[in-house]
């Protein structure tokens, strides 16, 4: 079952002193079942977090709608969603800037209580010091500031605001980017032990390929504003249909040494086409080694094609077999 269903969604933001708009999200439909984690990848500038803001309804959307358990939360008013907040939460990026210096950790975490009014006094405080608890870290540090927790220890804190209201959907954007390799590994463990414990389902932001094939179930690529392929992970990880999904595993590090001598690297001729001015037709044209004429006119729709399972749905009008004929074009 869906928990949640995005349709069509699109962001633009207009340009100050001129015409035009910047795509940042240009029609991106997906789905999150109950339980799982959906990946979500793509270089930076995608709109990877434009669509994690529309998710939380932290933006308004320019077009389409987002449901979330069986209710339309596209047009709700501030006011009418209250309720909702309690079942989406958002972990940010940055756990340094994410959280106010000025502040007590305690009184950090406790913010949903006091917001929701739903606990004050004794009982806040001992739902903050178990909160503390549950994400690893010492509850008599409550009265300390976020200055005297390192990097890791702060994303615990914000993953334990996060999780105070007993969330149903956690959208955690780019969680351990700016984080230690070995620090990441703790961070995406507790995450997983979270996830197990309290029947959470995670949309799990990151341009990190390696992280997103270890936590997700489903993972769904991102170019330039749109979905260009979204698959069960190990079916995408296997056998990329997308130019582009092909282009990105390709750079991504393996432990492997000899697996990593042996991997053919496809390089992607010119840049990143403008937000403001996207390609017509396919907007990977430009750099696909595999364009024809049909791509500069004709959209792809993001369907399933005959070789491939139903998951497994890619927008491409040619879509790759494997890895060789890219390197070869």
Known sequence: MNLLQVDEAVRHFPLK????????????????????????????????????RLICRLDDLTGGRIVFDGR??????????A????????????PYGSLNPRRRVGSIIGDPFAIHRIA????????????????????????????????GQRQRIGVARALALRPKLLVCDEPVSALDVSIQA??????????????????????????????????AVMYLGRIVEVAPAP??????????TAALLSAAPVADPDLADRRQRILLSGDVPSPVDPPKGCRFHPRCPKAQDRCALEEPH??????????H?????FPVDSTSELVAA
């Open 17 to 52: 002193g001129r015409a035009g708009a910047v795509h940042a999200v240009d029609g991106v439909s997906l789905t999150v079942r109950r339980g799982e984690t959906l990946g979500l990848v793509g270089e930076t500038g995608c709109g990877k977090s434009t669509l994690a």
């Open 72 to 81: 339309d939360i596209t047009r709700l008013s501030r006011r009418e969603l």
């Open 83 to 94: 309720p909702i907040r309690r079942d989406v939460q958002m972990i940010f990026q940055d």
């Open 120 to 151: 004050d006094g004794r009982d806040r405080r001992r739902r903050v010091k178990e909160l503390m608890e549950l994400v690893g870290l010492n509850p008599e540090h409550y009265n300390r500031f976020p200055a005297e927790f390192s990097g």
């Open 186 to 219: 703790q961070v995406i463990n507790l995450l997983d032990e979270l996830q197990d414990l309290l029947g959470l389902t995670y949309v799990f932001i990151s341009h990190d390929l390696s992280v997103v094939r270890h936590v997700s179930d489903r993972v």
């Open 235 to 244: 079916e995408l990880y296997a056998r990329p249909r997308h130019p582009y």
């Open 302 to 311: 993001l369907v399933s094609r005959d070789a491939d399972p139903e998951s």
């Open 313 to 317: 749905a890619t927008a491409c009008h």
